[in-house]
């Protein structure tokens, strides 16, 4: 079996791939390593081989990991659903949020962020592909909530996630989210920078794209057990 340590510097030489492929500086290009379903055993040793930045979906299992880690200083991002109940916590624990899509989760990140912290940086998910299930702000609904969100004075609103339906070649999906942040930029302001797309599936075309954030979970810890 491959060590951590081994698909981490080829996961990074792909990546270094594919951004000379598209004419881009790889260090415009952040790695945050989704770490849902591993143990802090698995985080360890990708943060000696050099990860800084991690991500979780699932709040409990997060918090657990994000204490017993303190130690190493990591950045943390939530890539979960939010329930409006978690606001809380999650302002607290992490550093950057993905996955904001309505006024009313905004505001209570804002309220709850510990002054001491600093801002939060947020990201709004988008329905990239209008799927009637799909979290995310459709696109056209996208500049208004962008307006709202920089009045608001504990967060620092980045720019945009999403996750494309994986039914359709994602390349196209990728296309239309960068489209959707350059014409939402009048509405942002300044640290409007940020772009979160691609998986292990599909980093590459993300980088094609335009992704300054690209979420890696697979191709760095192996395939996560899904009986859990
Ligand atoms: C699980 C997950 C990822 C990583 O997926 P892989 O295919 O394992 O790279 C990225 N983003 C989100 C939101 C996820 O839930």
Redesign the pocket.
Same mark, same amino acid.
């Given at each position: 079996m491959q060590s951590t340590e081994n698909r981490i510097s080829s996961l990074q030489a792909r990546i270094q791939r594919a951004a000379a492929d598209a004419g881009r500086n790889a260090d415009d290009i952040r790695l945050v390593a989704?770490s849902?379903r591993k143990p802090e055993a698995a985080i360890r040793a990708a943060a000696a081989a050099g990860l800084r930045e991690f991500?979780e979906?699932y709040l409990q299992e997060a918090a657990v990991k994000i204490a017993a880690l303190a130690d190493l200083d990591l950045t943390w991002h939530f %890539?979960?659903a939010i329930q409006s109940n978690k606001t809380t916590e999650i302002a607290r624990l992490f550093q950057w949020v993905?996955?904001v899509d309505r006024e009313k989760i905004a505001r209570r990140l804002s309220s709850s962020r510990p002054e001491a912290a600093g801002p939060l940086d947020i990201l709004i998910q988008v329905n990239i592909d209008d799927e009637p299930q799909k979290a995310g702000v459709a696109t056209s609904g996208l500049a208004e909530l962008a307006a709202r969100i920089i009045e608001l004075p504990n967060l620092r609103l980045r720019g945009v996630?999403a996750?494309p339906k994986p039914s359709a070649p994602p390349r196209e999906a990728f296309r239309r989210l960068r489209n959707a942040f350059e014409e939402a930029r009048p509405a942002a302001a300044s640290n409007w920078d940020t772009i979160s797309m691609g998986?292990?599936?599909d980093?590459e075309d993300a980088i094609a794209e335009g992704a300054t954030i690209v979420? %890696?979970?697979?191709?760095?810890?192996g395939p996560?057990d899904l009986s859990q």
């Amino acid at each position: 079996m491959q060590s951590t340590e081994n698909r981490i510097s080829s996961l990074q030489a792909r990546i270094q791939r594919a951004a000379a492929d598209a004419g881009r500086n790889a260090d415009d290009i952040r790695l945050v390593a989704i770490s849902k379903r591993k143990p802090e055993a698995a985080i360890r040793a990708a943060a000696a081989a050099g990860l800084r930045e991690f991500g979780e979906n699932y709040l409990q299992e997060a918090a657990v990991k994000i204490a017993a880690l303190a130690d190493l200083d990591l950045t943390w991002h939530f %890539v979960g659903a939010i329930q409006s109940n978690k606001t809380t916590e999650i302002a607290r624990l992490f550093q950057w949020v993905h996955t904001v899509d309505r006024e009313k989760i905004a505001r209570r990140l804002s309220s709850s962020r510990p002054e001491a912290a600093g801002p939060l940086d947020i990201l709004i998910q988008v329905n990239i592909d209008d799927e009637p299930q799909k979290a995310g702000v459709a696109t056209s609904g996208l500049a208004e909530l962008a307006a709202r969100i920089i009045e608001l004075p504990n967060l620092r609103l980045r720019g945009v996630m999403a996750i494309p339906k994986p039914s359709a070649p994602p390349r196209e999906a990728f296309r239309r989210l960068r489209n959707a942040f350059e014409e939402a930029r009048p509405a942002a302001a300044s640290n409007w920078d940020t772009i979160s797309m691609g998986m292990t599936g599909d980093f590459e075309d993300a980088i094609a794209e335009g992704a300054t954030i690209v979420r %890696v979970g697979t191709a760095i810890f192996g395939p996560r057990d899904l009986s859990q």
